[in-house]
């Protein structure tokens, strides 16, 4: 049974600072690209950031700069460090694993974490 797990959202004043992890288990790990996805109220959900398997990040153009993805393959973690933070950057924010256990891959996801950028 594959499990996604998100914490670490909050309520913080604009120019502040999140650490969001996700923490997997019932996959490989260090074989599964990670990523966060976010989606705003009345907006459609968006990729935030994604990691590969390698290592290799990559950022929507918005939070280039403010946010970084890492992660912890001996702790089956994914992280999003961001910073700077904007009223903009509001949303409810979810981990997805792309993990392929022989029948294709599929995208798993966490419940999801709420952020709020506000004074």
């Known amino acids: 049974q594959v499990q996604v797990v998100e914490s670490g959202g909050g309520l913080v004043q604009p120019g502040g600072s999140l650490r969001l992890a996700c923490v997997t288990s019932g996959i490989i790990f260090s074989a599964s690209p990670m990523g966060w996805y976010r989606q705003a109220p009345g907006k459609q959900r968006e990729l935030v950031a994604g990691i590969s398997s390698g290592g290799r990040p990559n950022y929507v153009d918005s939070v280039k700069g403010r946010f970084t993805i890492s992660r912890d393959n001996a702790k089956n973690t994914v992280y999003l460090q961001m910073n700077s933070l904007k009223p903009e950057d509001t949303a409810v924010y979810y981990c997805?694993?792309?993990?392929?256990?022989?029948?294709?891959?599929?995208?798993?996801w966490g419940q999801g974490t709420q952020v709020t950028v506000s004074a």
């Open positions: 997805y694993a792309r993990f392929d256990a022989g029948r294709g891959p599929v995208n798993y």
